[in-house]
């Protein structure tokens, strides 16, 4: 199974409300409304996404959604992501502080028959590594287009405890997102990592028994910013609206490899600094 790298949009996905006409409207009753009510939404999707970070060929799989507020408390889980806020949401135009753990499962090269490049499938596979951390942030709704559009600014950090890597990695992230309609939102989100030595030893270096299988010459990777990412997603009400009934969902993102990562011969030979992904699904909101 690939590792799945569009989380940050389907992530956006989760209820939002607006009018339903162009022009400005008044503002509808919070009863009307009832944004801050308990939903879950449960989907699940395909993506096509590379065999593996930094490969240059891609392939179809299967993930999972789950995304829900309860008693303003956010959870969500993802593919092989997974992770709460702690801080209960207010509903309505509110600034909205964020904090919580989070939990990855990362599958990168963890399964060989998902690889096409007969040199990186010679250095072997890697075993899933279970990283836990935590994330902080801030957000705000009612901020551009209406009282509903919703913009938030974060960062994460997890860390290997289990299996192939036990590196960390700390990730910014900034999140906009805007309902079109009572049936219809859009959004768009922007990233980075950093690694340190330990996540590029397991998942980037060439050893000289790798280089003898491969053919790929050794590297040793250093630590520092491992790549940036920018992307979007829409998401579209099949019946009742987006509080409620099923929900089409697609999204799409381009990740840039950066330093040592990029320069790693299973990218810069084998794969290719341009990772493009994509994904589209169906969801029920309750």
């Given at each position: 199974m690939r590792l799945l790298l569009l989380a940050p949009a389907l992530l956006l996905a989760a209820p939002a409300f607006a009018q339903d006409t162009g022009a400005p409207p008044a503002p509808a009753a919070p009863e009307q409304l009832d944004t801050g009510r308990d939903n879950v939404?449960?989907?699940?999707?395909a993506v096509y996404t590379p065999d593996y970070e930094g490969a240059d060929h891609s392939g179809f799989s299967v993930a999972p959604v789950v995304i829900g507020s309860v008693s303003g408390f956010n959870f969500q889980l993802i593919g092989n992501r997974a992770s709460i806020d702690l801080i209960p949401n207010k509903p309505g135009p509110n600034w909205d502080i964020q904090a919580g753990p989070i939990a990855v499962l990362d599958l990168n090269r963890s399964a060989l028959s998902y690889i096409d490049d007969p040199r990186v499938r010679a250095l072997g596979k890697r075993?899933?590594?279970?990283?836990?951390?935590?994330?902080?942030?801030?957000?705000?709704?009612?901020v551009i287009t209406s009282q509903y559009d919703q913009l938030s600014v974060s960062v994460s950090y997890r860390k290997g405890v289990t299996g192939a890597q036990r590196g960390a990695i700390w990730s910014p992230t900034i999140n906009y997102m805007t309902p079109l309609s009572r049936k219809a939102a859009v959004g768009l989100f922007a990233s980075a990592e950093h690694a340190d030595r330990k996540y590029g030893r397991a998942?980037?270096?060439?050893?000289?028994?790798?280089?003898?299988?491969?053919?790929?010459?050794?590297?040793?990777?250093?630590?520092?910013?491992?790549?940036?990412?920018?992307?979007?997603?829409?998401?579209?009400?099949?019946?009742?609206?987006?509080?409620?009934?099923?929900?089409?969902?697609?999204?799409?993102?381009?990740?840039?490899?950066?330093?040592?990562?990029?320069?790693?011969?299973?990218?810069?030979?084998?794969?290719?600094?341009?990772?493009?992904?994509?994904?589209?699904?169906?969801?029920?909101?309750?």
């Open positions: 939404t449960i989907g699940a999707g075993d899933r590594s279970l990283e836990v951390g935590g994330y902080v942030g801030i957000g705000k709704t009612g998942y980037f270096d060439v050893d000289a028994a790798g280089s003898l299988a491969s053919g790929l010459p050794q590297f040793n990777t250093r630590a520092g910013w491992k790549n940036w990412s920018a992307g979007g997603f829409v998401t579209v009400s099949l019946t009742g609206d987006l509080l409620h009934g099923f929900k089409l969902l697609a999204g799409g993102s381009y990740k840039r490899m950066l330093n040592d990562f990029a320069d790693s011969p299973i990218v810069s030979i084998a794969g290719s600094r341009d990772q493009w992904m994509g994904g589209a699904g169906i969801a029920y909101t309750f």
